[in-house]
């Protein structure tokens, strides 16, 4: 049986920093009407908001004028037009899950998992320290 929680280590997102340029980013499956992309996601405790960007979901078949209402996004994405869309996505091992994405229309941000929903879905464990993180499901009801 696989255990429920998966550790990751903090990938070399800017080489040139070093070690404080080490990020916690996770590899995940997304789904969409039957198609499927795997890329890099960013773990943001910060964000509030899961954030695709505009080139992984035309990659979904995703098409920008159907995708739910358009919303605001915050912070440095706050001039960035996005809209909603629900994927299904699947880290390691662990049972695939809804997610929740604010389709962002810019090739210039990462996939970004945040609060709503990510860390309700999930716990989220980081030991900085020793360069790993851990994720596995929430016991929420």
Known sequence: MTSPIQEFPFVAADAALGEVGRLPYLPLTLTLKGRSVSVMALVDSGSTVNVLPYEVGLDLGAVWEVQGAEVRLSGN????????LTADGIIGDLSPF???????????V?????QMNFFLEFDVCFFRSRGVFEVKPSLRV
């Open 98 to 108: 809804d997610l929740g994405l604010r389709g962002a229309r810019s090739r210039n």
């Open 110 to 114: 990462p996939v970004i998992l945040g």
């Open 77 to 84: 994405l706050a001039n960035v037009p996005a809209r909603v």
